[in-house]
């Protein structure tokens, strides 16, 4: 288990990185002369302050880390959660500008849910809470990569939506899908599968 573990915070490093040096790449060459200061300032920050989002959970997940350098573990963890509050706050202007009027729904929803979650990890560190704190770190680590997935899966929008006829349709399925997939794969390893092997222990017992 620990393995699959590591095999997979090290995948999502590499498409962390992958995702991160396509955007940059992206943003430096775009022509940016369609928005407006306040809106390209919104843009990049929102930009830098993904970085720490995607690249600190390998180390942040990491237990020995957390138990041998808790002191580092706290101040990473506070630069994380700012970085994903700004991010947060971000997207939820760029959800209210969108090009697109069928896809700010989900942006929006979901932009607001990344801030709720990154709040309160923040609040439950404080409280001492660290169950819970662990719980809504994973769950605003979660709509961060959502963010990502939903790239990755514009990709491969022809082959998997192409029964749908219309592009902002499909552009709409396909936000929806990688925001909400995500947050049922994360709820169903924190709750749902818990209380399915607590039921059997029990019945068990």
Known sequence: MK???????????VIGVAFLGAEWAYSATVDRAQFGLFENTVRFA????????????????????????????RRLGQL???SAIIAALGALYLGVVFEEPGRRPPLL?????????SVAAWVAAVRRDFRTHQHFVIRSYGVALAFVFVRVLGEFEPWLFGFLPEGEIRGVTREWIAFVLPLILIEAALNWWPAVRGSRSSRRA
Do not use: C, E, K, M
């Open 3 to 13: 393995q699959l573990q590591t095999f997979l915070l090290i995948a999502l490093l």
């Open 109 to 117: 929803l979901f932009a607001g849910l990344w801030l709720f979650f």
């Open 46 to 73: 929102h930009l830098i302050f993904t970085a720490p989002l995607l690249l600190l959970p390998i180390v942040q997940f990491n237990r020995r880390l957390r138990t041998a350098r808790s002191g580092l573990h």
């Open 80 to 82: 994380y959660l700012t």
